[in-house]
């Protein structure tokens, strides 16, 4: 997202639902947008899962899961939040030039 707050512009929202698709949305200026699905149903409950997002000039290219365009100019993005039922065992980031 843009900022610390819960109520900045969101480049990506990537919520996974337990049987069900996984959904992608933006959220920009106070209101979010077309939302997008993914086919792939790739979490399982209480299974432990590793999740990968590329992110190049096209949008968020979620390895077998999605491809999400670019809403909002990923320079504006400076803050990652994580939310909901889940434990996190590694957060890593790479920045390719």
Same mark, same amino acid.
């Given at each position: &997202?843009?900022?610390?707050? /819960?109520? &900045?512009?969101?480049?990506?929202?990537?919520?996974?639902?337990?049987? &069900?698709?996984?959904?992608? /949305?933006?959220?920009?200026?106070?209101?979010?947008?077309?939302?997008?699905?993914?086919?792939?149903?790739?979490?399982?409950?209480?299974?432990?899962?590793?999740?990968?997002?590329?992110?190049?000039? =096209?949008?968020?290219?979620?390895?077998?899961?999605? *491809?999400?365009?670019?809403?909002?100019?990923? =320079?504006?993005?400076?803050?990652? /939040?994580?939310?909901?039922?889940?434990? *996190?065992? *590694?957060?890593?980031?790479?920045?390719?030039?």
């Amino acid at each position: &997202q843009t900022g610390p707050s /819960n109520d &900045q512009d969101k480049a990506l929202h990537f919520k996974p639902c337990i049987g &069900q698709k996984v959904t992608l /949305n933006s959220f920009r200026n106070g209101k979010w947008e077309s939302e997008e699905s993914a086919s792939v149903e790739p979490f399982t409950s209480g299974a432990p899962f590793t999740m990968f997002f590329a992110i190049n000039t =096209e949008g968020y290219e979620g390895v077998k899961h999605c *491809m999400f365009k670019h809403r909002i100019p990923v =320079e504006k993005v400076s803050t990652l /939040n994580i939310g909901g039922d889940v434990s *996190m065992n *590694m957060l890593g980031y790479i920045n390719v030039s």
